[in-house]
């Protein structure tokens, strides 16, 4: 069975550009969560999304947002890149909205230059 | 406000020794935890998790002991093995147990 899948793995982007980050999540997964790692420190929660509808947000500024599709799988989107955005970028799925495991992706490395 | 944080950055033990990491909480009202195990290059790995009204829960190698009259867990790694080399961060949840408080992990270094 497939697990989290995200897309890219890598990629670099310069200051002032935008970046979409795409997470895919466990057959049968509701709800996607995105978190940021920078390096050295542990993941910080994001976003959630269940059945499609932000249920949660976390203490990131107004270029962050994201979204979820009917296949439920997820979209982060990052506007205006800063040099400290520049991080792994996780998904976690999960079959509900809470009270159950997450499951993470593998992350995409974000570099900002 | 919140807060998962661990005791120490790196930890090195033998081949064989058995490992104990620790995490302190700050949020009385934490009812779950949750042990990740994070290699190189890759998203963190559910390890074992436990509730709040268990004091121990034990896994394949692994037990996870909770003390929540210090607001303290650790997890405990029986004959560590090489493969066990990685960060492991504790986890909380905070308005949901997909909305998890990590803390900054600690590194295990296993040495031949």
């Known amino acids: 069975d497939a697990g989290v899948t995200q897309s890219p793995t890598h990629l670099i982007k310069t200051r002032g550009q935008q970046v979409t980050l795409r997470c895919s999540p466990i057959s049968g997964h509701k709800s996607v969560s995105w978190y940021q790692q920078v390096l050295g420190q542990g993941p910080q929660f994001i976003f959630q999304?269940?059945?499609?509808?932000?249920?949660g947000r976390g203490n990131f500024p107004d270029r962050f947002s994201a979204r979820q599709f009917p296949n439920y799988s997820s979209e982060l989107n990052v506007n205006a890149l800063l040099l400290g955005d520049s991080a792994l970028y996780l998904c976690?799925?999960?079959f509900g909205q809470g009270g159950t495991e997450a499951f993470f992706g593998q992350g995409t490395r974000l570099t900002v230059v | 406000g919140e807060s998962v944080g661990l005791h120490l950055p790196t930890l090195s033990v033998q081949e064989g020794d058995n490992s104990i990491i620790n995490c302190a909480y700050s949020?009385?009202?934490?009812?779950?935890f949750i042990w990740y195990k994070q290699e190189s290059g890759k998203g963190p790995q559910f390890i074992i998790d436990?509730?709040?009204?268990?004091d121990k829960r034990q896994g394949q190698r692994v037990t996870v002991l909770l003390n929540k009259t210090v607001k303290h867990l650790s997890l405990q790694i029986a004959a560590t093995q090489p493969g066990d080399s990685a960060v492991y961060f504790c986890a909380g949840p905070t308005g949901g147990y997909n909305k998890l408080i990590f803390g900054a992990g600690t590194r295990l270094a296993v040495h031949p």
């Open positions: 949020n009385s009202a934490s009812d779950y």
């Open positions: 436990i509730r709040s009204n268990m």
């Open positions: 999304y269940y059945e499609k509808e932000e249920r």
């Open positions: 976690a799925s999960s």
